[in-house]
Structure formats: structure tokens, C-alpha cells
């Protein structure tokens, strides 16, 4: 079968008009190259439109994915409305859509976010200032603590350039299509999985622009059948950029977890994370100190390699809560390279309880936060 190329797309594209009828999409700048993305016969694109009509022009949306369907050798297309703007595209004509900005307050980059993910109650964001950080081995650990207590737990791994849940909990294969769009989720140690892992192979680039990535975590999210969960666990890309700031400012978080190490320029780092939260009024439940420290077990000397109490002493600066630290132990590396995560495969170790220390901590400061806002505290006991 032959393999689609962006220029067969662009002029596929070129039937469908745009909002007002006035010209094509093409033509009007509500897409170009650079919103397309190719790879193995899977199309991803973004349209640009003013986030205020995004419902409106749903059945733009599926002209859109019907005539790309349509182009040989095109096996699955994902289309997704963005209110983003090109900083170099040209402004559109007089009249066009995308002509006015959007209003203060709507939608940003994903233009497509349900205002909640069906079935789930409450969704908690692990982040990170910075990479190497020990942030996704600590959302893993985190999310089997969370189900230690008792919940049903999901885990959507949301680092689309380094997706990292395939190997973390030793799941291999595709998603299964269940109705429609709507993917059924992967599965180990009770946990529900999404990754960006399952749907491409392991050493293939993510080489894609911020509508892409975009439309990639819009589908992780509404179109993945994650209910019943009490919490879904969301591994953030690392950093304060596009994806992170979408995620922040249209994903309903319950709450954000910081994850840093000790020394200074992890610390540094942590704080943009925190101030990113703190602007997009996400509560930050706090901070969790990684590589705390070492203990030898050879003969049980406690080393400070990377320092220690920084975090701590952070979250006490900033007023944010401690959630506990961490310490470095080749157990946590073994058991993250096997896919057998600590807390379930050795639940007994320090480790092990300092990671279900810090899940238990999570919780309550979440319903802290909902009390806080007069909201109603999410469901976390299983009905029976």
C-alpha cells in the first residue's frame, strides 16, 4: 500500500470550506505543513480556529477526517480544533476566522479538552522543573500507592517525546479499538495505562510541533475509556512549555505533585514548575523530594550525595506541603527496568513505604483542597 505524503493531505484538504464557506481551509491559513504530521499511514493534524466556535465547527472537524480517510494508504486519521496561533503565519484575511482574538478566558492550544474526562473524579498532574528528576518512576510508584489504599487508578503517561509507562510496568502491544474512537486502555498491577509508547515503536522519534503533541494528549484523554476511577495519574512532560500549560489550563487537575532532587538547580527548576500551577489556579498538593539520599547496603552509611532537606526547605519558603522524600536505592533503578515497580514487587521495603507515605499524603491534601473550595471532596471509597 502506498504511504500518504503531506502533500496528498494538503489537497485532500483543499474540498472542505472553511467556517463561513468563503474559501477552503487551505487557503484560508487554518492549516498548513507544519499542523500535519505523517507516520506509518496514521494522519495527525490540527485546524485553527477561534476557540469560541470550537463546537460549532465540530462537522468541519469530521469533513475534515472523512476526506483524509479518503487519501490511499491512509489508515487512521486524528483531527483536533486549536485556537493556537502561528507566530510567523500571516495574519488571516479581513473576516476570516481566526481574524479576532480569542476572547480572555477561552480555550487555549487544545481547542478540543472536554471540560472533564468521563468516569474519572479527580486527576492529579506529577511534574517536574526539569528532566532526570526521577519524576515518572515516582507517578508509577505514586499511582500503585494510590491503589494500595484501596482506589481505582489510572495512569496516563502525557510525555509524548519520551514515553516511558511501556517500560515502567512491562506492558507491550496496541490499545483495542472498543466502539468507534474510544481506545480500552492497557493494564498491569491493576492499573489502567495510556501511553504514546503503545501506539508508536519504542526508538521512533516523536518529531512533532506543539498542535501535534496537543492532539495526541486530546485523544489520550477523551478518547480512551478510563471510567470508573477515583483518581487518574497524569505523568507531565517535564519542563513549563506548550503541552504542560495546555494540560494545566484545560485538564480539570484536581491538584499537582512536584517532583525535585535536593541540589540547588533541580530546586531552581522545581519553582518554575510550581509557579506555572500557581498561575493556572491548579492546587499544588506539593513537593516530593527524590534522591534524597543514600543509604549503602553494605554497611548502611547514609551519604547526601545530591544534598539533602532542599525540597523540604523549599516547600516551607513557598508555604506548599511536604509530601516526603525519597531515598536512592538501586532497588527503585532494578525494579523500573524490569517493569516490576517497588511498591508491588517489594511492598515491605523502605522504599516501597515511603512511596505510599507520600500517596496517602496526596489524598489527603486533595480533600483538603476540596474542603478548602467548598467543593465536594472526590469519591475515593470503592462501593461494594
Known sequence: MATPTKDQVLTALKQVKGPDLSDDIVALGLVAPDDIAVSDGKVILAVRI??????????????????VAAVPGVSKVTVALTAERRASAAPPPSGAPGAASPPSGAPGPSGGLDAGVKGVSAIIAVASGKGGVGKSTTAVNLALGLKAGGLNVGLLDADIYGPSMPRLLKISGRPEPISGRILKPMENYGLKVMSMGFLVDEETPMIWRGPMVISALTQMLNEVLWGPLDVLVVDMPPGTGDAQLTMAQQVPLAGAVIVSTPQDLALIDARKGLAMFQRTEVPVLGIVENMSYFLCPHCGERSEIFGHGGAESEAARIGVPFLGGVPLDIAVRETSDAGTPVVVSAPESGVAKAYRGIADRVMDRLKQERQAAGRKAPKIVMET
Not at 50 to 67: F, N
Open 50 to 67: 477561534p476557540a469560541e466556535r470550537a463546537r460549532e465547527l465540530e462537522p468541519m472537524r469530521q469533513a475534515v477526517e472523512k476526506v
